[in-house]
């Protein structure tokens, strides 16, 4: 259903013109600019509520649109993203199975496994 590969996920979308971090996203621009921001810094926390705000939406209604828009609530995208990287740098780079699992976000191996194993497709 959704499909980004991790090779290139910053540069997706780079030569949009994106808003400062304080205005919401233009209208119909909302979805990609909510991808962008879920796609980034994948290891690092992320304040849903933020997002919504950053798009100028109530954090229920944004959730609500991006589930029907994409067909997975945001969280769950988040961590289709993170799944998909690990996958890419799994298939493209020589790093570990730790270091891997950092650099996306999850605390190791194990953790990473059991999240890849239920990942949408």
Known sequence: MVEH?????????????????????????????????LGEDLAARLDLAAVAAA???????????????????????????RVVAAQELMRHTSLPGREIARLVGFSDEYHLSKRSAGSPA
């Open 5 to 37: 590969g991790a090779v290139g996920l910053e540069a997706a979308g780079r030569d949009q013109q994106r808003p400062a971090p304080h205005q919401p996203a233009a209208a119909g621009g909302w979805l990609d600019e909510s991808q962008r921001r």
């Open 55 to 81: 798009v100028g939406m109530g954090y229920e209604s944004w959730r609500k649109r991006f589930q029907a828009a994409l067909g997975l609530p945001p969280a769950r995208y988040r961590l289709h993203r």
